[in-house]
């Protein structure tokens, strides 16, 4: 019951893709397939996946055409399915979309899926993210304990397809979250040392730098339904994280330039109602109290059986 497969989308990553690749063909519990879409890449990624493709029968590459340009967001996810719909994920007991400039433990996956055999209800998990600054510190990227982390998005496969897959649409690794604990589902990451992970490049840098991502993170949380008051919140509690003051600006300014543009929406009204409350719960209880008083409200919508 340990079948676990992983899609791992990437685009021009030959300065970090061998030490992704390397800590994969290391782990104490080895994926029984490992599909890597090349999403157009224009540097040496593609004979760097040919030579790993060649070398071990589990590694299968999917190649897409150059559109040009790195999309995050909703081009990521194009790029996963392209992976995704090359198999028959029923054949899996879990499913991960993985970033290929990751480095990660040796027993990574198998302390994943430690954690979610003990606990039915863990629907998606993942370790907590590190990045290196120049100093050679390790910092943590700051991910909540009540979510997984888009670059390492482990899930159950019965829980994948309830929530319904991945929205194609910037704050994608965000909604899932929310969807699984709707479904009374469990979302949930341990800042544990065994299953800590390297982030080779730091969150929301990757398209043009750490303020456009932080703006892009703003508009997705318009998206998503996110209200102004928790939005503000969130954004000053930001401001104290790298880039200081102005990461925090730039995420509230992209979400009021998306209100201000009446950009669109999630569709599932229900969601976005499900969402608010949530946040207004954090917001009057705090986070870790509110969660625990969520995931037990939400166990009786848990019906995995009718996956």
Not at 237 to 253: D, E, Q, Y
Request: proline share 4%; net charge positive.
């Amino acid at each position: 019951m340990r079948d676990y497969l992983i899609v791992a989308p990437c685009r021009n990553e030959a300065k970090f893709a061998r030490k992704t690749l390397d800590s994969l063909v290391k782990q104490t519990v080895t994926p029984k397939l490992l599909v890597v879409v090349d999403d157009g890449s224009t540097d040496e990624t593609p004979q760097i996946l040919a030579e790993y493709a060649a070398k071990y029968d589990w590694i299968k590459v999917v190649r897409r055409e150059d559109r040009g340009k790195r999309s995050v967001g909703p081009g990521v996810i194009d790029a996963f399915y392209a992976g995704l719909d090359t198999v028959d994920i029923k054949q899996f007991d879990y499913v991960c979309k993985l970033d290929l400039d990751l480095i990660l433990p040796d027993g990574y996956f198998e302390g994943l899926m430690t954690r979610m055999e003990n606990d039915p209800r863990i629907g998606t998990c993942s370790g907590k993210a590190y990045y290196i600054n120049d100093a050679g510190k390790h910092i943590s990227e700051g991910i909540a304990d009540d979510v997984s982390i888009g670059a390492s998005k482990f899930y159950r496969r019965q829980c994948f397809e309830q929530i319904g897959g991945f929205v194609r649409q910037v704050m994608w690794d965000g909604i899932d979250n929310h969807r699984c604990r709707m479904l009374g589902w469990i979302p949930c990451s341990w800042d544990d040392e065994e299953i800590r992970f390297i982030h080779l490049r730091p969150m929301g840098s990757s398209q043009k730098g750490i303020l456009t991502g932080r703006m892009r993170w703003g508009y997705g949380q318009y998206f998503m339904g996110t209200s102004l008051a928790y939005i503000t919140a969130s954004a000053i509690f930001r401001m104290s994280k790298p880039p200081v003051i102005l990461g925090g600006l730039a995420i509230w300014w992209g979400f009021v330039w998306s209100m201000i543009k009446r950009k669109e929406r999630y569709g599932d009204a229900e969601f976005r109602r499900f969402v608010r409350q949530c946040q207004w719960s954090f917001l009057i209880k705090g986070k870790k109290t509110a969660v625990q008083e969520i995931n037990q409200k939400q166990a009786t919508a848990w019906k995995p059986a009718g996956a």
